[in-house]
């Protein structure tokens, strides 16, 4: 005689996707606790002189130079190190007011390759700081008012 019991039903697990959900989550949240994330390096400076006013980010430290601009007194002008990825954003910039004509830029940023120059606006783009960008000079392109310098992270 026959056994008198149902036979069974197949089991069907994980229908859904919430188990290979709950799975690939823990995955990451265990990759991402032992994943150094890309630390910010250096810190945050204001520059601030007559009529401009820069945020520069990624400073490694602020140093001093000097230089003469042809007369007989020694100018003096920070030199910034910065980390690679560093930006300098202008926050205020004068212009120069030359008898009612436009107003041109009274600061620029001093480019290395061909003796360029960056003119420096209130709403410009932020600038990323390479080795290119050597510093910033005044409008008659006399002395210094910052330097650069790309901090070289040896591997």
Known sequence: MRSMKR??????RYRSL????IALLAVFVFWAAFDSPEEARGET???????LKMEITNVREVGRDFCNDGGPELWEYPVYTVYPGATATVLEADMLEVGGGPAS???FFYLEQGNRRLEVLDSM???ELTPEVVGMVDGDGGAWLMRFEVWEVNS
């Open 45 to 51: 400076r204001l520059f601030e002189y007559g009529g």
């Open 18 to 21: 919430l188990f290979p959900g």
């Open 105 to 107: 830029p009274k600061w």
């Open 7 to 12: 036979p069974r039903k197949p089991v069907h």
């Open 125 to 127: 783009e932020p600038v």
